[in-house]
């Protein structure tokens, strides 16, 4: 459980762009950057850097999850926990969960002994917040920040730059991969809307009335 020093500026509802039927499911991809930027191979013997991921997203819950079947770096991992942050800055208690592996991560919040993560959520974008599990190791504090466009019927949910430092994502605090940043994309299609009872009511009288034209003239031909 985490708990949050600060409160959401907005409503995580006004986060997004389009209203969602909640909960949605959204397919995407995770990305692990090493302390340098580059990318890790996350899939290990899949083609390309990434590897496939899915879940589900709650804004009106303010929460969301994400599973994979691909293994990274030989070890299978979960995801447990997530919980979604809007517009504003939130300061996050990491729990001293994982293994503390600072060494080399400057103004790491354990390394400072106060065990909590401070972040910012800009407009049009979501926070999150979910615990990496890998291997043995579990609880590690994994941080984001996307950037929410809808576009066509598909929103996306793409990584930034929360920290500010050329790389995308956060780095990790604690647990087995101190400094690397892991990313999560996500895109979901929103459902066709279901017209309610009213509109089919409007649509059937359309059709009475057009009906009722038609059989009108031809009696007047």
């Known amino acids: 459980m985490k708990f949050t020093k600060t409160l959401l500026a907005v409503?995580?509802?006004g986060a997004s762009s389009v209203a969602l039927a909640d909960p949605v499911n959204w397919t995407g991809e995770f990305i692990m950057k090493n302390p340098g930027g580059f990318n890790m191979d996350a899939s290990d013997n899949q083609a390309g850097d990434a590897a496939a991921v899915t879940g589900q997203i709650d804004i009106a819950a303010g929460t969301f999850s994400l599973v994979a079947t691909d293994t990274f770096q030989w070890t299978s991992w979960t995801a447990n926990g997530g919980t979604l942050y809007g517009t504003g800055t939130h300061t996050v208690s990491v729990n001293g969960d994982g293994s503390?592996?600072?060494s080399g991560i400057a103004?790491?919040?354990?390394?400072n002994g106060d065990g909590f993560y401070t972040f910012t959520v800009?407009?049009?974008?979501?926070?999150?917040?979910?615990?990496?599990?890998w291997g043995a190791t579990s609880g590690i504090d994994?941080?984001?920040?996307w950037d929410v466009a809808t576009s066509g019927g598909v929103t996306t949910y793409t990584s930034t730059d929360v920290e500010?430092?050329?790389i995308l994502g956060a780095r990790m605090v604690d647990g087995a991969f101190p400094g690397f940043s892991a990313n999560?994309?996500?895109q979901h299609v929103a459902a066709a809307p279901v017209p309610e009872a009213s509109t089919y009511g409007m649509m059937l009288a359309g059709l009475g009335?057009?009906?009722?034209a038609v059989r009108r003239r031809k009696l007047t031909a």
């Open 142 to 145: 994994v941080f984001l920040v």
């Open 100 to 102: 503390n592996e600072l």
């Open 122 to 133: 800009g407009a049009g974008q979501l926070g999150g917040n979910i615990n990496f599990n």
């Open 11 to 13: 409503a995580l509802v």
């Open 107 to 111: 103004n790491a919040p354990l390394a």
């Open 184 to 186: 999560f994309n996500m």
């Open 209 to 212: 009335l057009v009906g009722f």
């Open 164 to 166: 500010g430092d050329g």
